[in-house]
């Protein structure tokens, strides 16, 4: 069974969307189908297919977030010494080498990832091209617009 890395915040982001599926969600759909059903023939009942189809989006939901949980490697990386090294989890400070634009990203698991918050994907070229990687080293990511120079300026373990 694979493990997958994912950060504390990730976690409870997952946490979070399960207990609302269960405590909210799921009943309000069950008063739905129970209230179409009392609208006569199911055949012809937009109302209860919906409903039904519905709680099919959130039963399935609900056990692909147990399924993550279930298979997470939560990796809490503000407990972990930093060493300056990038790792699962770290906050990566990057000097673009030609433009001297700063920019900032995180590395996190494939289902947190969110490029307008900067968080990037463990998978993602950038990440894996950082990964292992120091302080003050120069590194070349392949981008679709070419080979882009990077400097990593900063590591930090927030």
């Keep these: 069974m ?3 890395p994912m950060t504390v915040h990730g976690a409870d982001a997952l946490r979070d969307e399960l207990h ?4 909210v969600k799921r009943p309000q759909i069950v008063e739905a189908i129970a209230e179409a ?7 012809e009942n937009a109302e209860y297919h919906a409903a039904r189809e519905q709680q099919g989006f959130c039963e399935g939901r609900i056990q692909d977030i147990e399924g993550k949980l279930s298979n997470a ?3 809490d990386v503000s407990k972990l010494p930093n060493t300056g090294k990038v790792i699962f989890g770290v906050t990566v400070t990057l000097l673009n080498i ?3 634009e700063e920019v900032k990203y995180q590395i996190v698991g494939d289902d947190e990832s969110d490029i307008k918050n900067n968080r ?3 998978n993602s070229p950038i990440a ?3 990964i ?3 302080v003050d080293s120069e590194i070349e990511i392949k981008t679709p617009g070419g080979i882009v120079e990077y400097e990593i300026i900063a590591v930090e373990h927030i």
């Design 98 to 100: 030609d433009t001297d």
């Design 132 to 134: 292992g990687k120091e």
């Design 120 to 122: 990037i994907s463990i």
């Design 73 to 75: 490697q939560i990796i």
């Design 20 to 23: 609302h599926l269960k405590t």
């Design 128 to 130: 894996r091209g950082l």
């Design 2 to 4: 694979n493990q997958y």
């Design 37 to 43: 059903r009392e609208h006569g023939d199911l055949k």
